[in-house]
C-alpha cells in the first residue's frame, strides 16, 4: 500500500481534505475503488496529523443478489462501523419509470440517499472512491454530452447539505487500485445493475484507453493539463 498510501496523503494535504475532529463517512458501495479507500483511510488514520473518525455508508438500491453481507465482513475484519441504508430507487428507476436512460437519476437519487445518511449521524464530510481514470472519463463525457468543460472536483462543499465531499484518491489510477486489490486480497462485490458495463461512461472509458494504446503518456498529460485547469474553473 505504499504507493496507495503516498499519493492519497498528497492527495488530501494538497486539497486540505481533513482537519481535526472531522466525521468521516466513505461511500462504500462494495466495488474496488471504495473498498480499497477504506482500507487507506483506516491505514492512514494511523499515522495522520488530524485526528479524526471513520465509518462506512453502503446504499442498498433494492436489487437482488446485492451482498450486504460480504461488504459488511469486511468492514468488521479491519474494524470499520459499518452502515446500510434500504431504498427501493431500483424499483422507482427501473420498474416504475422504467427509464430507458437509468444512471442519471439513479446516481441522483443514490447520492441524495448517502448525504440523508451521513447527516442522520451527523458527519460532516463525504469520501468518495473517484480515481485519475474516473476524473479524465468525467471530462470527456461533459465535453462530448454536454458541451462544457467539467469533471470530478478534489472537495467541494454541499451548501444545502453542509457537506464536504472529498476524493482523496484522484492521483491514482485504475491500475493502481487494481493492484491493490490483488495484492491485498481486497473483496470485491459484483455490481448487480443491469446496465453495468453498458453505459456511455464505459464507451467513452474504453475510448481512451484505446487513445493512452496510441499515444504513450496521454493519460499523465490529460491529467496534468486537469490540475493545471484554473482557468477554466475545472476544479477551483
Known amino acids: ?23 468521516i463517512g466513505v461511500g462504500l458501495s462494495g466495488g474496488k475503488d471504495s473498498m480499497v479507500l477504506l482500507y487507506a483511510l483506516k491505514l492512514y488514520q494511523n499515522f495522520s496529523p488530524e485526528k479524526f473518525e471513520l465509518e462506512a455508508f453502503t446504499i442498498d438500491l433494492g436489487f437482488d443478489g446485492f451482498n450486504i453481507s460480504q461488504i459488511e465482513g469486511y468492514c468488521k475484519n479491519i474494524d470499520i462501523p459499518f452502515n446500510v441504508k434500504k431504498t427501493n430507487i431500483k424499483n422507482i428507476v427501473f420498474d416504475v419509470r422504467k427509464e430507458k436512460n437509468p444512471c442519471s437519476l439513479c446516481a441522483n437519487m443514490r447520492r441524495g440517499a448517502l448525504h440523508n445518511a451521513l447527516k442522520e449521524k451527523d458527519f460532516n464530510k463525504l469520501a468518495l472512491g473517484h480515481h485519475t481514470d474516473d476524473a479524465i472519463d468525467t471530462l470527456f463525457l461533459s ?6 468543460i467539467n469533471t470530478l472536483s478534489p472537495k467541494s462543499f454541499l451548501t444545502r ?3 464536504y465531499v472529498i476524493r482523496p484518491f484522484l492521483y491514482l489510477s485504475e491500475k493502481d487500485i487494481k493492484s491493490a486489490i490483488s495484492k491485498f486480497k481486497i473483496p470485491v462485490v459484483t455490481n448487480p445493475c443491469y446496465v453495468d458495463k453498458k453505459t456511455k461512461r464505459e464507451e467513452i472509458h474504453n475510448l481512451l484507453e484505446s487513445i493512452y494504446a496510441e499515444i504513450p503518456g496521454a493519460r499523465d498529460k490529460i491529467f496534468t493539463a486537469m490540475k493545471n485547469g484554473k482557468e477554466v474553473n475545472l476544479w477551483f
Open 143 to 148: 465535453m462530448f454530452y454536454e458541451g462544457r
Open 161 to 163: 447539505k453542509e457537506l
Open 1 to 23: 500500500m505504499k504507493k496507495v498510501l503516498g499519493l492519497t496523503r498528497r492527495c488530501i494535504q494538497d486539497f486540505d481534505m481533513i482537519q481535526d475532529g472531522d466525521r
